[in-house]
């Protein structure tokens, strides 16, 4: 059987490596999905990489991974400081949920202070750039050992 790790992303993610580079940076998602590929299989683990700009889309890969992966890494994007769907769906999961973001959002706008993932996440990783994704991969692998 199996053991995936769930990455999802939020809306606008499609556009790293354009948007705001001073920010985000210049990698794209789909380098992102590359190097989070190695690690997951360097591990041993297959992985399910989503991206979205569709609240209730994300809601529905949240319940996918509840039915077949062992761990959600998630960056949701803005969602993050809106979404309730996203919290409720985090909130019925039955395995580790970890957080992400590429930059710090407590340094930002006040509108990014508030997390609605972080209350249903095991733990959070910002503000690392690109490498939080990998940060987020070596916490989630941990846990599942
Ligand atoms: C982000 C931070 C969010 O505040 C923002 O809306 C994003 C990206 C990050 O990865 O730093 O779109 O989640």
Redesign the pocket.
């Known amino acids: 059987m199996p053991k995936t790790i769930y990455i999802l992303n939020g809306p606008?993610?499609n556009l790293l490596g354009q948007r705001e580079p001073e920010i985000?940076g210049t990698t794209t998602l789909a380098d992102i999905e590359v190097a989070c590929a190695g690690k997951c299989t360097t591990a041993g683990y297959d992985m399910s990489f989503h991206q979205s700009n569709i609240e209730g889309e994300i809601v529905e890969q949240i319940q996918e991974a509840g039915r077949k992966g062992v761990a959600v890494i998630i960056?949701a994007?803005?969602y993050?400081?809106t979404s309730v769907a996203i919290y409720d769906a985090l909130k019925t999961l039955n395995i580790p949920v970890i957080e992400v973001?590429?930059?710090q959002?407590a340094s930002r706008e006040s509108f990014?202070q508030q997390s609605f993932i972080a209350p249903v996440a095991t733990g959070s990783i910002s503000g690392f750039g690109t490498n939080s994704y990998l940060l987020a991969i070596d916490a989630a692998i941990d846990i599942l050992k």
Do not use: W
């Open positions: 606008n993610l985000y960056n994007a803005a993050t400081h973001h590429i930059s959002p990014r």
